[in-house]
């Protein structure tokens, strides 16, 4: 008999009635197939079990989701506190400042009212360099052509490179400003230079923007790109001796970019002309005429391409050279990059090679004495090819070859044509920091080599700017 | 009757413009790409700049990626200046107006609140971010008001189709709802688990799962660690009882191989972004994978 039936005194019949019912339904606890009402029951029963086990995960999972949205709030709220110093906080409590109108919430918070908020964005390039000539460089002379602009080696032994510091940042919703200041040493002497200072359009349709002010010419590949992001440590023959290193002056240029796959980029641009390859403001002060198309794009992930046609027309007036005439220069631009999965910056080799051809047509005037004039027409040209080997993060090599050809007539006729081997190794501690070894031997005349060898740092501090390509 | 069906054929056009020309969305990485699928389909034209084996750190402003920007109508990119490096070169050099700023500019990081902002900005730590850790992809929480944010947008861009991104946002936040409690029930034994990372870009994923980050391989962000570090780092990875190496797909595996060998925890590499690895196709994927990995490592 199951123990658990009642066994109290009471009536024989209902106590037998009971007795059994009690049974039953214990029975039916324990034996599931006991009868159909009870498996029926037992149904309903899991049913409901599952049903609330369900209406728990539910709410489980609601919980969860908005424990994670406190979370996240929680979170917001810290990053508001962490926020720059509210104004209350910032300014003393003064009459003059209750007196004034509550600003919004909505401007006061997360943003300081701070006048300095406004600051531009600020980077500086420092650099210096050891260097060892074999040839003095007071005597150096380049067949062919007279060192103008910045043209000509480094200095012997400790010198400074150009330092610069470049402030730049949107002025409103349509112009982005930035100035470029650059501090050079000639001669023991220090000279702070304003090396570009103009405004860019961000607002123009249809791919369309415009520059005003000083700048580089968008010319070649070189030209519009700053030094400190060369992979040598001085800039091409080509470039010393068309354009005195690089050419800026100040200007105007007109860009388009064409909504295609490829990328296609055309411009021109006018400039006073008063800098080499021009002189003397031609013209009415707009001596120079650029124009530029520039094509590139990927062949698959591992490869980039870019290549160019440029033209600059200069109507120049006693150039430092002592030129007076037009003058014609064309340039053209290949530059190929692959790189191991498209990671440019962890190996990869980037080759890139430039060509000039000058014609001048005019006369060239001795800055000494004016009676010794003689007529200047002539073509000269000039090319440089360049390796860049990334092995990894931290190193790269290259290794790049110049050659100039001279003109056999004309006041600086030459039948010697100058050449020059570099081959640098590079180290970068980070994006921001990097030091250089170079070897260069450089034949600028029939007599003459110059073996150099130089030992240069060159870091970047404060903003970020981003590079072209 | 001919000024009539002019006006027809001008209307006929004026219709038939939008129908011609689908929106051009642009997005930095795989992941928003992915998500603008999730949202969009096939109602806008998407093109992505980087894929999952490049650094997006250090990528270049190169001319293929100027012509996208030139021609897109939207960019969806990570923002908080992870693509300081490059992505303002690309603003300037496209000229293009539209998405320099306003409705066509979207930062998907600058829609929720960032961990680990610095209190000191001081590149002797690294290339650091003044806004925070922007590696906001693998905290699917945020990547969900990235979504919320990122529909309105859309609908602003391509009126037409707003009742459609309305319908897609619905339905891929019920689905990542509930891929969430899944992967939150299966991840349930990573939690509390130790491990080394590459690059400091997991800290989402670790406050997710409730892993715990006890040391990088590279702990100052863009610059090489020093040889006394790593010696550091064994003693630590060896002590703490560390469960996995992590390494994310597009990171050289040398320096974490390096480690594992010296102290025989298993390196998992994990896929980081859409398209890491095989099963990472979109972003369920993308999670799907990364908790498996995860979980492998025990075996």
């Known amino acids: 008999m199951n123990p658990h039936c009642p066994s109290v005194r009471a009536p024989v019949a209902a106590r037998f009635k009971r007795t059994l019912l009690a049974c039953a339904v214990l029975a039916t606890l324990s034996t599931p197939a006991f009868a159909q009402d009870a498996a029926k029951a037992e149904a309903a029963k899991v049913e409901a079990l599952e049903a609330r086990i369900k209406a728990l995960e539910e709410s489980a999972a609601a919980t969860q989701q908005a424990l994670q949205e406190a979370r996240t709030e929680i979170e917001e709220l810290k990053t508001a506190q962490a926020a720059p110093p509210q104004p209350e906080a910032a300014q003393p409590e003064t009459a003059v400042a209750q007196e004034e109108p509550a600003p919004p919430p909505e401007e006061t918070a997360g943003a300081s009212s701070n006048a300095n908020a406004f600051n531009p964005a600020m980077g500086v390039i420092l650099n210096g360099m050891y260097a060892a000539h074999s040839l003095n460089p007071d005597n150096y002379v380049r067949a062919g052509f007279p060192l103008a602009g910045e043209a000509g080696p480094s200095p012997r032994g400790f010198s400074l490179g150009e330092s610069e510091v470049a402030l730049s940042s949107n002025i409103d919703d349509k112009f982005y400003g930035q100035a470029t200041l650059s501090v050079g040493t000639e001669n023991g002497e220090d000279h702070v230079g304003l090396e570009e200072a103009y405004i860019d359009t961000t607002a123009m349709p249809d791919g369309f923007s415009i520059r005003a002010g000083r700048f580089f010419s968008n010319i070649g590949y070189l030209n519009s790109h700053h030094a400190h992001t060369d992979a040598f440590s001085d800039r091409p023959l080509a470039y010393q001796a068309f354009l005195g290193n690089q050419y800026g002056d100040d200007g105007v240029q007109v860009r388009w970019v064409a909504p295609t796959d490829v990328f296609l980029e055309f411009g021109g641009e006018m400039f006073r002309g008063d800098r080499f390859p021009s002189g003397g403001a031609g013209h009415a002060g707009a001596g120079v005429k650029t124009l530029f198309a520039h094509a590139g794009g990927d062949v698959g992930v591992e490869n980039e391409w870019l290549a160019g046609v440029s033209m600059l027309r200069s109507q120049t007036d006693g150039g430092e050279d002592g030129f007076r005439g037009d003058e014609k220069l064309y340039l053209a631009d290949f530059t190929w990059k692959w790189a191991p999965g498209g990671n440019t910056k962890d190996g990869g080799v980037t080759l890139r090679s430039e060509y000039f051809w000058e014609d001048r047509d005019g006369a060239y005037i001795d800055p000494n004495d004016a009676t010794l004039d003689q007529p200047w027409s002539g073509q000269r040209t000039g090319a440089y090819a360049e390796a860049i080997w990334r092995i990894n993060r931290t190193w790269e090599t290259g290794y790049r070859y110049d050659h100039l050809w001279a003109d056999d007539n004309g006041p600086y006729a030459s039948a010697f044509n100058p050449f020059r081997h570099s081959l640098m190794l590079a180290w970068h501690n980070s994006e921001f920091s990097m030091v250089r070894l170079q070897f260069g031997r450089d034949k600028p005349n029939a007599n003459d080599t110059d073996n150099v060898i130089s030992l240069q740092y060159q870091v970047a501090f404060g903003a970020h700017g981003a590079h072209k390509f | ?299």
């Open chain 2, 1 to 299: 009757m001919k000024k009539q069906l002019a006006c027809v054929l001008l209307l006929g056009l004026v219709a038939a413009a939008p129908a011609f020309a689908k929106p051009k969305v642009f997005a930095c990485e795989p992941e928003w790409g992915a998500l603008v699928t999730e949202l969009a389909g096939d109602k806008v034209d998407l093109s992505v700049g980087t894929n999952a084996l490049q650094d997006v750190h250090q990528i270049e402003a190169k001319p293929s990626l100027i012509a996208k920007v030139r021609q897109a109508d939207m960019i969806v990119c990570t923002g908080s200046e992870l693509e300081v490096g490059w992505l303002p070169q690309l603003l300037k050099q496209s000229g293009n107006s539209r998405v320099a700023s306003g409705n066509g500019y979207f930062m998907a990081s600058e829609q929720v609140p960032t961990l680990e902002r610095p209190t000191a900005l001081d590149r002797a730590n690294g290339d650091i971010h003044p806004r925070g850790n922007p590696h906001v992809q693998l905290d699917p929480y945020r990547v969900l008001k990235i979504a919320k944010a990122l529909e309105p947008r859309l609908a602003t861009l391509d009126p037409a189709n707003a009742a459609t991104y309305q319908q897609r946002l619905n339905d891929f936040t019920t689905r990542w709802q509930a891929a969430i409690k899944r992967w939150e029930a299966k991840a349930a034994p990573l939690k509390g688990k130790k491990i080394v990372v590459h690059h400091i870009s997991w800290v989402y994923l670790n406050t997710w799962l409730g892993l715990q980050q006890i040391g990088a391989l590279e702990p100052k962000p863009g610059v090489p660690p020093t040889s006394g570090h790593l010696s550091s780092l064994i003693a630590t990875t060896k002590a703490a009882g560390t469960y996995a190496i992590i390494s994310a797909a597009y990171q050289d595996t040398k320096p974490a191989n390096w480690l594992s060998e010296r102290t025989g925890v298993p390196v998992v590499v994990l896929p980081y972004t859409v398209g890491g690895d095989a099963q990472s196709k979109d972003l369920f994927g993308l999670y799907d994978s990364t908790i498996d990995k995860l979980l492998g490592a025990a075996k």
